[in-house]
């Protein structure tokens, strides 16, 4: 289907083109088309609905935003579930999920990753995923869980892996 849209023809059109005119320049547009989440973000900036509430974070490269359910408690102490969407989406997309993981007793916080949704940035990469999902773990965290889509499941089995991120179900 990305194929057949007219705006990705016109792109490897103009791409074809510079490669033959200059080809380092189309390798460089190449790769910065490569980072960028397609759709842009600007289309999933919807507003987070009650009772979820937004959480500007930073890893010292990159933003994210993390999305919690509920106002913020003393003495909390239900279990956390991270959900995590894939490439060129948003956090708002778990909120069913999240919803549902909320009323079976757990604290779920959705993650809108870097250069998606209502984060900082507008390129991406698997290390700044890493890094995020590290960084939301170490704000958050532990994790009883992650329920991740995609990319982001790629992201987090990579993390947990080099252990990044401790949670023990995927």
Excluded: N, Y
Excluded at 11 to 32: F, G, M, Q
Excluded at 139 to 150: D, K, L, N, Q, W
């Amino acid at each position: 289907a990305f194929g057949q849209s007219r705006v990705a023809r016109c792109a490897a059109s103009v791409l074809r083109a510079t490669e033959r005119l200059a080809p380092e320049l189309a390798a460089r547009l190449a790769v910065s088309l490569f980072f960028t989440p397609m759709p842009t973000k600007l289309a999933s900036r919807r507003s987070a609905p009650a009772p979820w509430r937004l959480q500007r974070c930073h890893t010292g490269r990159e933003g994210f935003t993390l999305l919690r359910h509920g106002a913020p408690r003393q003495a909390d102490t239900r279990r956390r579930v991270l959900l995590v969407h894939g490439w060129a989406g948003d956090a708002l997309q778990m909120h069913a999920l999240g919803e549902a993981v909320a009323a079976a007793g757990f604290e779920p916080v959705l993650m809108d990753l870097p250069a998606h949704g209502r984060s900082a940035g507008w390129r991406c990469t698997m290390p700044q995923i890493v890094r995020s999902l590290h960084e939301a773990e170490s704000r958050c965290g532990p994790f009883e869980a992650v329920i991740a889509h995609s990319m982001g499941a790629v992201a987090s089995l990579h993390a947990m892996a080099h252990g990044l991120l401790r949670t023990q179900r995927l």
